[in-house]
């Protein structure tokens, strides 16, 4: 089962992110967000999509995540949709 996922804004038909998510139980994404889209939502709502993806999979768990950006211009960013993307998980063990 391939984990790539594209996303695109739907008027423009332009990429917003690649998303990499592959594995059955113990999911390790990572994500690229290009930068006409950083800082206008559509980083929240990719996450909150995959979350949304991975949970109809049947995935159960988010395994540990490298944030890696350029020189660590976008690392308080990535660290933030990651955090977004565990609180959905984190929500269903409550």
Request: hydrophobic share 35%; charged share 20%; aromatic share 10%.
């Amino acid at each position: 089962m391939s984990g790539l996922f594209a996303f695109f804004e739907a008027t423009s038909g332009q990429l917003v992110a690649l998303v990499e998510a592959s594995g059955i139980n113990d999911v390790r994404p990572g994500w690229w967000v290009d930068s006409t889209f950083r800082g206008r939502g559509y980083g929240n709502k990719v996450i909150d999509l995959l979350a949304q993806h991975l949970k109809a999979r049947g995935v159960t768990r988010i395994g540990p995540m490298a944030i890696t950006t350029h020189q660590q211009q976008y690392d308080q960013q990535s660290s933030k949709l990651a955090q977004r993307l565990r609180s959905h998980f984190e929500e269903q063990r409550s």
